[in-house]
């Protein structure tokens, strides 16, 4: 079975601080997916990245940053200089590398607070 | 190119009521699926549809349905409502083949149901 663990339900930052968002998942298959959604407060949930198991490489995208390491089951989220419009809730999610939507598997999500 | 639509964005209801959603994919998606949001269970896979055909379906009881158009265009019906149903209910559309979990999910802004 798999399972998703975000232990930070809730987040508080000043803008401009640096804020890293917890991920750590659990599974059986060899090979994955991973992936981050923002949930912003429009509702609609928001494609950050999706990472491969096989692909360990961290990642930068602007403000953003990733870091998978499958030896701790781990893909944290980090923003840096974080800015008001990043107030959202954060969303770390886990397939198997054959599945379809069916097979997504969520975790709880970390709210994050960004005020000035 | 127009993103996920769905309608109503907010519904009222009472128990025992029915509910139809309706979600619009993004042109040239022909794979839709269908999540429930709610702040005990966080996000629940409902439904897969993939060419009118519905490919898998989540745990939830017979009250829930659905069904896809030959335009794509996807509902979801809720029969026999209960207070429990009351949830935010994202649809997500993908490209490619059967919606494999590779391609990615664009997720519409959601449907907030509320069953009173």
């Known amino acids: 079975a798999q399972k998703v663990t975000q232990a930070q339900t809730e987040i508080s930052v000043v803008e401009k601080e640096d804020v890293t968002l917890d991920c750590v998942y659990e599974?059986?298959?060899?090979?994955?997916?991973l992936f981050w959604y923002k949930q912003p407060p429009s509702g609609e949930l928001v494609f950050l990245i999706r990472?491969?198991?096989?692909?360990?490489q961290n990642e930068i995208s602007g403000r953003y940053s990733w870091n998978f390491q499958k030896s701790t089951s781990s893909f944290n989220f980090t923003i840096t200089a974080s800015q008001v419009v990043d107030s959202a809730v954060y969303f770390c999610?886990?397939?198997?590398?054959?599945?379809?939507?069916?097979?997504?598997?969520f975790g709880t999500g970390t709210r994050l607070q960004v005020t000035l | 190119k127009a993103g996920v639509t769905q309608t109503p964005r907010y519904l009222i209801k009472t128990r025992g009521q029915q509910v139809t959603l309706s979600c619009s994919p993004i042109?040239?998606?022909?794979?839709v699926s269908w999540y429930q949001q709610t702040p005990g269970q966080g996000l629940q896979f409902l439904f897969e549809?993939?060419?009118?055909?519905?490919?898998n379906k989540g745990n939830f009881p017979g009250r829930f349905s659905g069904r896809q158009f030959s335009n794509s265009r996807s509902e979801m019906n809720v029969s026999t409502l209960e207070l429990g149903d009351s949830a935010l209910y994202l649809c997500?559309?993908?490209?490619?083949?059967?919606?494999?979990?590779?391609?990615?999910?664009?997720f519409g802004p959601g449907t907030r149901l509320t069953v009173l």
């Open positions: 549809y993939f060419s009118e055909t519905q490919r």
């Open positions: 999610a886990l397939s198997p590398d054959t599945g379809t939507a069916s097979k997504l598997t």
């Open positions: 997500a559309s993908s490209n490619g083949l059967a919606g494999r979990i590779y391609n990615e999910q664009f």
């Open positions: 042109s040239g998606h022909r794979s």
């Open positions: 990472r491969n198991s096989f692909d360990e």
């Open positions: 599974t059986r298959d060899t090979t994955y997916y």
